[in-house]
């Protein structure tokens, strides 16, 4: 009786062992929804825009999202992006929209920390005119799936 009870033991052991990791490893998906709002945006490379709500945890209220490069005299952008969060963690992206459009993408591939393995494809929507020709951009909704 006690052998069938440290072989079961033994068996349950062996079963959280293999099982963490994987548990660990499995990849983290589902639909990201942020919302911004960029008044601290000024069109010139390094302003940025706030996220002001966000269903990731990963990416909380706060984070900044800054372009890397200026938008051109028409107001569009094709620039890469990057959102600081916490500590040492930073999400890489790039974000392409027309000047008079309402609607873009923004694309991530990787970063530091918790966002070395992320990856997204989101519809950026900026509603009132997108990026307007003096640079600004209205508040604007981020959608679309990502993983880790």
Same mark, same amino acid.
């Given at each position: 009786m006690l052998r069938i009870r440290y072989a079961s033991l033994a068996l349950v052991v062996l079963g959280l062992i293999l099982a963490v990791p994987a548990l660990a490893s499995a990849p983290r998906s589902g639909i990201l929804h942020l919302t911004k709002e960029c008044s601290q945006y000024t069109g010139e490379a390094g302003s940025f825009c706030t996220i002001t709500s966000s269903n990731l945890k990963a990416i909380p209220v706060g984070t900044k999202d800054v372009a890397v490069d200026?938008?051109?005299?028409? #107001?569009? $952008?094709?620039?890469?992006? =990057? *959102?600081?969060?916490? #500590?040492? +963690?930073?999400? *890489? #992206?790039?974000? =392409? @929209?027309?000047? /008079?459009?309402?609607?873009?993408?923004? !694309? *991530?591939?990787?970063? !530091?920390?918790? *966002?070395?393995?992320?990856?997204? +494809? $989101?519809?950026? %929507?900026? /509603? @009132? #005119?997108? @990026?307007? +020709?003096?640079?600004?951009?209205?508040?604007?909704?981020?959608?679309? /799936? %990502?993983? %880790?």
């Open positions: 200026a938008a051109a005299a028409d #107001g569009s $952008l094709d620039t890469d992006l =990057v *959102f600081h969060t916490r #500590g040492a +963690n930073a999400a *890489f #992206g790039h974000l =392409v @929209i027309c000047g /008079p459009c309402e609607v873009g993408t923004v !694309t *991530f591939d990787g970063g !530091t920390g918790e *966002f070395k393995k992320f990856h997204a +494809n $989101l519809v950026l %929507y900026c /509603p @009132i #005119g997108g @990026i307007a +020709n003096d640079g600004r951009v209205d508040d604007c909704s981020l959608d679309g /799936p %990502y993983s %880790y």
